[in-house]
C-alpha cells in the first residue's frame, strides 16, 4: 500500500506509523525497494541533509520479520561507530524509536553505482577512464584500511559505491555486514550480490578473510571498466590489468593476490 510523509509516496506492505521521521527534518526522498526490512529517507532539517536508516516497518521487499531486520540494523552500528575513512558516510546518531530502530547519516550527493538504479549506474559508467581509475583505488585504499581496523568485507558490492559528480569524491554508503575478524561463514550461502562473491562465500565454514576481499576487489574492477564482464574483448585496459583483474577474482584462493595491498601495489605497476 501507498503511504505519504512530507507529501513524498513510499510503498508498504501494511499501514505503519512513519511520524516519527519528522523529528529528523522534512522528508524529500523515500528509499523503499530493499530487501534489507529497512527503509531509508533523505530529510532536511535546519538547512542540512541526513539519510535515516529505519528497521521495523513491513516493508514490500524483504520477506522475514521487523524484528530480525531490527537486530541487525542494531547490530551494525560499532560497524559504523568503529571504521574511519573518508570515503565511509558519516553516522549522526542511532536511537531506538518508532517501534523499531533508527541510523541517522549526513546526507552525501552523488549517484549509486549499482544496477539496480538504472540511471544513476549508467551515468558513473560513463565517467572518463581516469575518474573510474580513480575510484578503483580508493575502493582499494577503503578495503585496505578495513582490514587494518580488523575488519573484513561482507556484501561489498557495486551498490555499496556512489560518486559525486560535482567533487569527485566517492563514497561508502553500506557497510551493515561488515564483521570483526576472524569470520567464518556460518551460512553457507552470505548475504550480497553473487557477481560479487567468492567461492568461500558460498561454503559453509569457510574463512572469510582479506584473500577473499581480493575477490571483491577484482570483481568491482570488472564492474568499473567491463560491466561485469570478464570477457577479454570487453576489457578496455591494457592486458597487464586484464591479467591482474582476473588474478583477483581466481576461484583458486592461492592464485589471488594474497593481501588488499599486493594487489593495489601491482595494479600501480600497470600504469
Same mark, same amino acid.
Given at each position: 500500500?501507498?503511504?505519504?510523509?512530507?507529501?513524498?509516496?513510499?510503498?508498504?506492505?501494511?499501514?505503519?506509523?512513519?511520524?516519527?521521521?519528522?523529528?529528523?527534518?522534512?522528508?524529500?526522498?523515500?528509499?523503499?525497494?530493499?530487501?534489507?526490512? @529497512?527503509?531509508?529517507?533523505?530529510?532536511?532539517?535546519?538547512? /542540512?541533509?541526513?539519510?535515516?536508516?529505519?528497521?521495523?516497518?513491513?516493508?514490500?521487499?524483504?520477506?522475514?520479520?521487523?524484528?530480525?531486520?531490527? %537486530?541487525?540494523?542494531?547490530?551494525?552500528?560499532?560497524?559504523?561507530? @568503529?571504521?574511519?575513512?573518508?570515503?565511509?558516510? /558519516?553516522?549522526?546518531?542511532? !536511537?531506538?524509536?518508532?517501534?523499531?530502530?533508527?541510523?541517522?547519516?549526513?546526507?552525501?550527493?552523488?549517484?549509486?553505482?549499482?544496477?539496480?538504479?538504472?540511471?544513476?549506474h549508467a551515468r558513473f559508467l560513463a565517467l572518463p577512464q581516469k575518474n573510474r581509475m580513480d575510484v578503483f583505488?580508493?575502493?582499494?585504499?577503503?578495503?585496505?584500511?578495513?582490514?587494518?581496523?580488523?575488519?573484513?568485507?561482507?556484501?561489498?558490492?557495486?551498490?555499496?559505491? #556512489?560518486?559525486?559528480?560535482?567533487?569527485?569524491?566517492?563514497?561508502?554508503?553500506?557497510?551493515?555486514?561488515? +564483521?570483526?575478524?576472524?569470520?567464518? @561463514?556460518? #551460512?553457507? /550461502?552470505?548475504?550480497?550480490?553473487?557477481?560479487?562473491?567468492?567461492?568461500? !562465500?558460498?561454503?559453509?565454514?569457510?574463512?572469510?578473510?582479506?584473500?577473499? @576481499?581480493?575477490?571483491? %576487489?577484482?570483481?568491482?574492477?570488472? +564492474?568499473?571498466?567491463?560491466?561485469?564482464?570478464?570477457?577479454?574483448?570487453?576489457?578496455?585496459?591494457?592486458?597487464?590489468?586484464?591479467?591482474?583483474?582476473?588474478?583477483?577474482?581466481?576461484?583458486? /584462493?592461492?592464485?589471488?593476490?594474497?593481501?588488499?595491498?599486493?594487489?593495489?601495489?601491482?595494479?600501480?605497476?600497470?600504469?
Amino acid at each position: 500500500m501507498t503511504q505519504y510523509l512530507d507529501g513524498t509516496a513510499l510503498q508498504v506492505r501494511e499501514p505503519f506509523d512513519l511520524d516519527f521521521i519528522k523529528k529528523y527534518g522534512k522528508v524529500f526522498r523515500v528509499f523503499d525497494g530493499q530487501d534489507s526490512g @529497512n527503509l531509508c529517507f533523505g530529510t532536511v532539517k535546519a538547512g /542540512r541533509k541526513f539519510f535515516v536508516k529505519f528497521a521495523g516497518a513491513p516493508t514490500m521487499e524483504y520477506s522475514g520479520q521487523p524484528q530480525d531486520a531490527i %537486530a541487525r540494523l542494531k547490530a551494525s552500528l560499532p560497524v559504523y561507530q @568503529n571504521l574511519r575513512h573518508p570515503c565511509l558516510i /558519516r553516522l549522526v546518531e542511532a !536511537e531506538e524509536i518508532g517501534g523499531g530502530f533508527a541510523m541517522v547519516f549526513h546526507w552525501e550527493d552523488g549517484d549509486c553505482m549499482g544496477r539496480m538504479y538504472p540511471e544513476s549506474h549508467a551515468r558513473f559508467l560513463a565517467l572518463p577512464q581516469k575518474n573510474r581509475m580513480d575510484v578503483f583505488s580508493r575502493i582499494l585504499g577503503f578495503l585496505e584500511s578495513v582490514h587494518s581496523q580488523g575488519y573484513v568485507a561482507i556484501d561489498f558490492y557495486d551498490g555499496s559505491v #556512489m560518486y559525486d559528480f560535482q567533487s569527485g569524491r566517492t563514497i561508502i554508503c553500506d557497510v551493515d555486514f561488515f +564483521a570483526r575478524k576472524p569470520f567464518v @561463514n556460518h #551460512m553457507g /550461502r552470505l548475504w550480497g550480490s553473487s557477481r560479487f562473491m567468492s567461492p568461500e !562465500e558460498f561454503q559453509l565454514g569457510a574463512e572469510i578473510d582479506e584473500v577473499t @576481499n581480493v575477490y571483491t %576487489a577484482g570483481a568491482m574492477a570488472f +564492474a568499473l571498466f567491463s560491466h561485469c564482464s570478464r570477457r577479454r574483448e570487453d576489457w578496455p585496459l591494457g592486458e597487464g590489468f586484464f591479467q591482474l583483474a582476473s588474478r583477483a577474482v581466481c576461484d583458486s /584462493r592461492a592464485d589471488r593476490p594474497q593481501s588488499i595491498r599486493e594487489l593495489r601495489e601491482l595494479w600501480q605497476k600497470q600504469k
